[in-house]
């Protein structure tokens, strides 16, 4: 059964920069590259959302608010993807997981991002 688990988390002031990643277990590379992948978050609050996808083919999507900001990637030897976030802002403040839509596994335990000042 295929796992993720999410790191890279922290506090940033805004504008500043991070990049997250996912690790899988439980799948083979091979697999693993089949997979779309997507990236969540899940403010205080709020629901949680997918902010981007990525295909298998490499084709990503983003939500609105995140658009030019973010960039998903994958290394599929690695088995992980990540997320790169710049010119982040406090409404980014959010726990961020990654999973495989649409038939999405057990959620890891994802990491905090904290954008303030």
């Known amino acids: 059964q295929v796992q993720f688990v999410e790191s890279g988390g922290g506090l940033v002031q805004p504008g500043g920069s991070l990049k997250l990643s996912c690790a899988a277990s439980?799948?083979?590379?091979?697999?693993?590259?089949?997979?779309?992948m997507g990236w969540y978050r899940q403010a205080p609050g709020k629901q949680r959302e997918l902010v981007a996808g990525?295909?298998?083919?490499?084709?990503?999507n983003y939500v609105d608010s995140v658009k030019g900001r973010f960039t998903i990637s994958r290394d599929n030897v690695k088995r992980t993807i990540y997320l790169q976030m710049n010119s982040l802002k406090p409404e980014d403040t959010a726990v961020y997981y990654c999973?495989?839509?649409?038939?999405?596994?057990?959620w890891g335990q994802g990491t905090q991002v904290t954008v303030s000042s």
């Open positions: 439980g799948t083979s590379g091979n697999i693993f590259s089949l997979y779309t």
């Open positions: 999973n495989r839509p649409p038939s999405l596994a057990s």
């Open positions: 990525i295909t298998g083919g490499g084709r990503t």
